[in-house]
T-cell receptor, first 113, second 112 residues
Framework: KAGVTQTPRYLIKTRGQQVTLSCSPI?????VSWYQQTPGQGLQFLFE???????NKGNFPGRFSGRQFSNSRSEMNVSTLELGDSALYLC????????????FGPGTRLTVL | QQQVKQSPQSLIVQKGGISIINCAYE??????FPWYQQFPGKGPALLIA?????SEKKEGRFTISFNKSAKQFSLHIMDSQPGDSATYFC???????????FGTGTRLTVIP
C-alpha cells in the first residue's frame, strides 16, 4: 500500500506570495492533518480535515488555511508569505478522525526569501 | 507553553548499548502517547505507541515505559545499532483528537 504523498517536495517563494501544498493520504484513510516543522518551534499542529470538514485547528494565523476534497486529498494554502513561514510542512493521514494513529508523508520544504 | 517536555536533546550511545529517552506531560486528558523516528529529509515514522491502561509496551528492540502517576513516559532502544541514528520525537494527544503535541526531539547517534 502506498504511503502518504506530498507535492511538491521543495518550493521557493518570496515574501508576500502565496503557496498551495498538496497531500494524498494512504488509500482508504479519510483523515488528514497538517503540521509545521521548524528548528525553533519543532513540530506544531496546523489543522485536521475529515469528510471535507475542518475538525480541529492549531494556533496559527488565518493566513494558513486548508481544504479537503471528496477523495480525501487535501491542500493547504499560505497567503502573504513571511520569512518565518520557511519550514517543512508535513501531512499525516489516519483511517478516520480521532483514531490517533497517524502516518506522515515526506513533507514539503518551503523556503521563503 | 510546551505541553510535552523531552530529554535529553542529544544522546550518544555505543553500538549494542541501551538508548533511553524521556518525556513528561502536563495535560491529564492525554491518553495516547506515540514515539516517532525521523531521518534527515524524511517525515516522522511511527515507531510504537502506548495508552495509559498499560505500563509497558514492547515491539522488537523498542519498549515504551509509562508512569501515569508521574505523568512520564520513556522510550528504550535495546541493542542500539548505527542504523538507529535518527531524531526521536515523543508526542501526546487525546482520544478523538488528531492533534499531536510533540516533544522537542532527541538526536540519537549510535557509534559503531
Amino acid at each position: 500500500k502506498a504511503g502518504v504523498t506530498q507535492t511538491p517536495r521543495y518550493l521557493i517563494k518570496t515574501r508576500g506570495q502565496q503557496v498551495t501544498l498538496s497531500c494524498s493520504p494512504i488509500s482508504g484513510h479519510r483523515s488528514v492533518s497538517w503540521y509545521q516543522q521548524t528548528p525553533g518551534q519543532g513540530l506544531q499542529f496546523l489543522f485536521e480535515y475529515f469528510s471535507e470538514t475542518q475538525r480541529n485547528k492549531g494556533n496559527f494565523p488565518g493566513r494558513f488555511s486548508g481544504r479537503q476534497f471528496s477523495n480525501s486529498r487535501s491542500e493547504m494554502n499560505v497567503s502573504t508569505l513571511e520569512l518565518g513561514d520557511s519550514a517543512l510542512y508535513l501531512c499525516a493521514s489516519s483511517l478516520i478522525a480521532g483514531t490517533n494513529e497517524q502516518f506522515f508523508g515526506p513533507g514539503t520544504r518551503l523556503t521563503v526569501l | 507553553q510546551q505541553q510535552v517536555k523531552q530529554s535529553p536533546q542529544s544522546l550518544i550511545v555505543q553500538k549494542g548499548g541501551i538508548s533511553i529517552i524521556n518525556c513528561a506531560y502536563e495535560n491529564t486528558a492525554f491518553d495516547y502517547f506515540p514515539w516517532y523516528q525521523q531521518f534527515p529529509g524524511k517525515g516522522p515514522a511511527l515507531l510504537i505507541a502506548i495508552r495509559p491502561d498499560v505500563s509497558e509496551k514492547k515491539e522488537g528492540r523498542f519498549t515504551i515505559s509509562f508512569n501515569k502517576s508521574a505523568k512520564q513516559f520513556s522510550l528504550h532502544i535495546m541493542d542500539s545499532q548505527p542504523g538507529d541514528s535518527a531524531t526521536y520525537f515523543c508526542a501526546a494527544s487525546q482520544t478523538g483528537a488528531n492533534n499531536l503535541f510533540f516533544g522537542t526531539g532527541t538526536r540519537l547517534t549510535v557509534i559503531p
